[in-house]
């Protein structure tokens, strides 16, 4: 299980500078990145209710309101 949830701090880190970085995906917003790689979303996580619904989910469980 481990090798799928969590890496090494420096491949962490390599990731976020090849994001924070690469001329490659300077332009790239609002995407999804595996491995340094676009990749597309689960229609699942698409459905508005559902990010509604995790997003008061999230404001219940940390007791903070997040202004948005």
Do not use: H
Request: hydrophobic share 35%; proline share 1%.
């Amino acid at each position: 299980l481990k090798k799928y949830i969590a890496e090494t701090p420096e491949k962490g880190a390599s990731r976020l500078m090849y994001l924070a970085l690469s001329d490659e995906v300077k332009r790239a917003t609002g995407k999804y990145f595996v491995n340094n790689k676009v990749k597309e979303v689960s229609k699942k996580l698409l459905n508005k209710n559902q990010i509604n619904g995790l997003w008061k989910l999230s404001e219940k469980l940390t007791n903070y309101r997040y202004c948005v």
